[in-house]
């Protein structure tokens, strides 16, 4: 199958600063790329939907200004989390989708953040 | 309010015996829905899916039922293996879009 990859795949932050999470699609090119958020034996849950040259949809109850996305290519999509706080410590995991097929839709390794 | 549901957190199987994860969905809207495995630490891997029109979809040792009057699908693993063992989610979508609604997941271990 396809390969997306994260990074980084673990990162650890004071409180206050940004960190930017990316996710690439390696050998496909991603029409629409997906970021979701999973809590402690929770699930998965989708934060935004991003689209190549255009801004991300959100879902509701996920602050835009606070998780910035940007899809700048087909193969690229960041998130930032901006002024990071504790309760933003989760493991993001993005999924990229080729756009064709019920099935092409692959999920990156995830990126553990820590927020002290 | 949880659209899709997987109410057994937990499911410890005998190696050799089936496993039977079970999950259900509340939005008619939902035409195709997948089942993924996730290893922790790493990002879910898909499994198997069945489209609404289906009623069962086998591949390998992976079978999947879809009920859909009862809104119900279920994964059948048999014969269970060691190397199963992982949380297993269901995943539904909707006709609109490539989104996927998951369900919480369901813990399988496969004791030898």
């Known amino acids: 199958g396809a390969v997306v990859s994260q990074h980084p795949s673990r990162v650890i932050c004071k409180s206050g600063t940004s960190v930017k999470i990316e996710c690439r699609s390696l050998?496909?090119?991603?029409?629409?790329m997906f970021w979701y958020r999973q809590f402690p034996k929770q699930s998965l849950m989708l934060m935004a939907t991003?689209?190549?040259?255009?801004?991300?949809?959100?879902e509701q109850g996920v602050e835009k200004d606070k998780f910035l996305i940007n899809h700048a290519s087909l193969t690229l999509s960041t998130l930032t989390v901006t002024s990071a706080h504790p309760e933003d410590s989760s493991f993001y995991i993005c999924s990229a989708w080729t756009g064709q097929g019920y099935n092409e839709q692959f999920f990156g390794p995830g990126t553990r953040l820590t927020v002290l | 309010d949880q659209q899709v549901k997987q109410n057994s957190p937990s499911l410890s199987v005998q190696e050799g015996r089936i496993s039977i994860l079970n999950c259900d969905y509340t939005?008619?809207?939902?035409?195709?829905f997948l089942w993924y495995k996730k290893y922790p630490a790493e990002g879910p891997t898909f499994l198997i899916s069945?489209?609404?029109?289906?009623d069962k979809n086998e591949d390998g040792r992976f079978t999947v039922f879809l009920n859909k009057s009862a809104k119900h699908l279920s994964l059948h693993i048999v014969p269970s293996q060691p190397g199963d063992s992982a949380v297993y989610f269901c995943?539904?979508?909707?006709?609109?879009?490539?989104?996927?609604?998951f369900g919480g997941g369901t813990r399988l271990m496969v004791k030898p």
């Open positions: 050998d496909f090119q991603a029409t629409t």
């Open positions: 069945i489209s609404s029109i289906k």
């Open positions: 991003s689209n190549e040259g255009s801004k991300a949809t959100y």
């Open positions: 939005n008619s809207m939902f035409d195709y």
């Open positions: 995943a539904a979508r909707g006709n609109a879009g490539n989104m996927l609604t």
